[in-house]
């Protein structure tokens, strides 16, 4: 959905090594969310974001951290990065105001590998 | 594209079949349940969501069931065509939860 991007879309990154990933959303919500995906293990969620000042952890938030830089932009860092962080990293919205906040668009992904 | 699922389970259909994809939840407590479809090199995108008050809700070719009793919840995709081929999740969301817990998904392909 070219109305949530991310960048970059693929990195290849090494060991301990600091990395940011970028989401930015032209959907004017206010819910942002950063999710992992690993094969057999579906979408696990890492941070989300209610508003600018409400950042939450995730099931999976250790080894990351985030910032909510404006309503639109949602990073996310990994500060020493490891192998195991190797994934598929999705960025997602979802609007409050709709009734629908369960419904959530998703950006293209970002495929990190870490060596 | 990219590889979102190398251990997924599969199900294979051919083009004009039905397609019905299972799902079982965990949370008795989850108001929402919602199917996502991803194609390979995509994102998740949203297709049906049901409320745990329903048993039965129909989209265009396609409805969820509710089984609360069993807590399980199928997507049907009527006369299954090769664009329907994609790894499938179901979502919960759970009574006083803001968030989603995503299943491990399904890929469905379909052969023409």
């Known amino acids: 959905d070219a109305d949530v991007t991310q960048t970059p879309r693929n990195r290849i990154t090494k060991t301990g090594k600091r990395i940011m990933l970028e989401c930015s959303q032209t959907?004017?919500?206010?819910?942002m969310y950063w999710y992992r995906q690993d094969p057999g293990l579906g979408l696990r969620l890492i941070y989300y974001?209610?508003?600018?000042?409400?950042?939450n952890k995730g099931e999976i938030s250790d080894g990351y951290s985030v910032s909510r830089q404006a309503q639109a932009k949602f990073s996310l860092s990994l500060e020493s990065a490891i192998p195991n962080q190797t994934a598929l990293y999705f960025c997602?919205?979802?609007?409050?105001?709709?009734?629908?906040?369960?419904?959530?668009?998703f950006g293209p992904g970002t495929r990190l590998t870490v060596t | 594209g990219e590889s979102v699922g190398l251990h997924l389970p599969t199900l294979s259909v051919q083009e004009g079949d039905n397609s019905i994809i299972n799902c079982a939840y965990s949370n008795s407590a989850s108001d929402y349940f919602i199917w996502y479809k991803q194609e390979s090199g995509k994102g998740p995108q949203f297709i049906i969501d049901i409320r745990s008050n329903m048993d039965k809700r129909q989209g265009q070719r396609v409805t969820v069931l509710l089984n609360k009793t069993v807590k399980h919840l199928s997507l049907q995709i009527a006369a299954t065509q090769p664009g329907d081929s994609a790894v499938y999740f179901c979502?919960?969301?759970?009574?006083?939860?803001?968030?989603?817990?995503f299943g491990t998904g399904t890929r469905l392909l379909v052969s023409p």
């Open positions: 959907k004017g919500h206010d819910r």
């Open positions: 974001s209610f508003d600018v000042k409400d950042i």
């Open positions: 997602a919205t979802s609007d409050k105001a709709s009734g629908r906040h369960y419904e959530q668009y």
């Open positions: 979502a919960e969301r759970g009574t006083g939860f803001q968030k989603l817990v």
